[in-house]
């Protein structure tokens, strides 16, 4: 089935080591977006690529970054995690060109700082 | 700024009673809603939209410019639909995408 695949689903990382979640998917969407959802919260956009463009939230940390090397594949980079950090991180597809575009979700990768 | 506000964060019910999950939004434009579900253990996914104007394993939701509310409805609640449920608004986000401003959620749990 087409689909959006998070790895891992459970990360746990030290205090300021870096670490990097993926994401891929198999919609052939030209979008796909990260979210950063902390317990009891709304989920929260981080950043967006549209194909090769990068768009970042403006009030998404310097430490968070994105990579999207070909249209399958997208990488949330935390260079230096902080406990504040811990959190489920969400990505998400969509098809460009239609207003109402479904977001397809992935099953997220839940991340702890010790 | 635009803003989605689900003014309850856990709702219980018995099963066979109606559910009205309530969802209020801020936006000076014309607003295109969404709601999506999360059941236990799985993925969030889409559950209906406004636009579409359908039903969903038997709940709609209709959108009230007046109130600004997008309110989503069941006349029976089942077991089966105890998850957490989350109202979104879709913003424009420039360079031909959209993003998602969600609710901050209600759980429902529906009691046998």
């Known amino acids: 089935d087409a689909m959006v695949i998070q790895n891992p689903r459970y990360q746990v990382t030290q205090f300021g080591k870096p670490v990097t979640l993926s994401c891929s998917q198999t919609?052939?969407?030209?979008?796909m977006y990260w979210y950063q959802q902390k317990s009891s919260q709304a989920p929260k956009l981080l950043f967006h690529y549209y194909d090769k463009d990068f768009n970042n939230e403006a009030d998404t940390p310097d430490n968070f970054q994105s990579r999207r090397p070909n249209t399958s594949f997208c990488f949330l980079d935390i260079r230096s995690p902080g406990l504040g950090d811990a959190a489920m991180y969400l990505c998400?597809?969509?098809?460009?060109?239609?207003?109402?575009?479904?977001?397809?979700f992935g099953p997220g990768t839940r991340l702890t700082v010790l | 700024a635009q803003r989605v506000t689900q003014p309850e964060k856990l709702l219980s019910v018995f099963k066979g009673a109606p559910v009205e999950l309530k969802c209020n939004y801020s936006y000076s434009g014309s607003p295109e809603l969404f709601w999506y579900v999360q059941y236990s253990r799985q993925r969030l996914q889409l559950l209906l939209r406004?636009?579409s104007r359908e039903s969903i394993k038997g709940f709609t939701a209709d959108l009230n410019k007046g109130e600004t509310s997008f309110h989503l409805k069941k006349p029976f609640a089942q077991e089966e639909d105890s998850a957490m449920y989350y109202c979104a608004l879709l913003l424009y986000s420039g360079a031909g995408s959209y993003q998602l401003t969600f609710g901050k959620g209600t759980k429902l749990s529906v009691i046998p």
């Open positions: 406004h636009i």
């Open positions: 998400a597809t969509s098809r460009v060109g239609e207003r109402s575009d479904t977001q397809y």
């Open positions: 919609l052939n969407h030209n979008v």
